[in-house]
């Protein structure tokens, strides 16, 4: 059964810092690339980061570039989302997904509030 379970969530201060962690169970983490979301209030999911399996190829938003930077460990089967210089406008829950055989695994989230 695959699981994905988000922590690392929590209120910070403009231009602060948190590390979001997916821990990632139930598949062959080290076969499939990983990906982060998020969804503000109001706004619809977008994809904020992705992470491909074998050789860490990494992409992301225009919106998080140059700020967040997105990692794995595949002998922990975790992901991590390393976000700087936060803004309010970065206020969401973040979700981790995984699309394995054609289907779309996601975890619960995490929130994470940037405001002052």
């Known amino acids: 059964q695959v699981q994905l379970v988000e922590s690392g969530g929590g209120l910070v201060q403009p231009g602060g810092s948190l590390r979001l962690s997916c821990a990632a169970s139930?598949?062959?983490?080290?076969?499939?690339?990983m990906n982060w979301y998020r969804q503000g209030p109001g706004k619809e999911r977008e994809l904020v980061a992705r992470i491909t399996s074998r050789f860490g190829i990494t992409n992301y938003a225009d919106s998080v570039k140059g700020r967040f930077t997105i990692s794995r460990d595949n002998r922990k089967n975790t992901v991590f989302l390393q976000m700087n210089s936060l803004k309010p406008e970065d206020t969401a829950v973040y979700y981790c997904?995984?699309?394995?055989?054609?289907?779309?695994?996601w975890g619960k989230g995490t929130l994470v509030t940037v405001s002052s």
């Open positions: 997904k995984a699309l394995i055989d054609g289907m779309d695994y």
């Open positions: 139930g598949f062959t983490f080290d076969r499939y690339a």
